[in-house]
């Protein structure tokens, strides 16, 4: 679980980076940023869980099904970012750390199924 946590700092930090990079610098809306961002730094998170999270082998089937682990985080924080922002008023600039916080369980959980299913070599 340490492990998934320090991993989990690492990509919230590469999201949050290329949402802001989105946001402010291209200027595009929160939620295309949001989406962007996620997806580009979920490849980044397949091969940091598989290599350092769960020491397993990264295979093109677990690459393929490593998205299905993000079904339920993509779920999570945009409805998490869409109350917070468009609900509550809150800064779009912070949200999406608050409802990454949210999801973090969930991501675990599903992730670890995945990843360490099958041959681990």
């Not at 402010?24 to 998170?45: C, K, P, R, T």
């Amino acid at each position: 679980m340490l492990r998934f946590i320090i991993v989990g700092f690492m990509n919230t930090g590469n999201y949050y980076i290329l949402y802001l990079l989105f946001l402010h610098i291209f200027g595009w809306n929160y939620m295309l940023s949001h989406i962007l961002a996620f997806l580009i730094s979920m490849v980044g998170s397949f091969f940091l869980n598989s290599y350092f999270t769960y020491k397993t082998k990264p295979t093109w089937k677990k690459f393929m099904q490593f998205p299905l682990t993000y079904v339920v985080n993509i779920s999570v924080t945009t409805a998490s970012i869409y109350l917070l922002v468009d609900v509550l008023g809150l800064n779009e600039t912070v949200s999406p750390l608050l409802a990454s916080v949210i999801a973090i369980p969930f991501t675990f959980l599903i992730s670890k199924k995945i990843l360490k299913s099958g041959p681990s070599h």
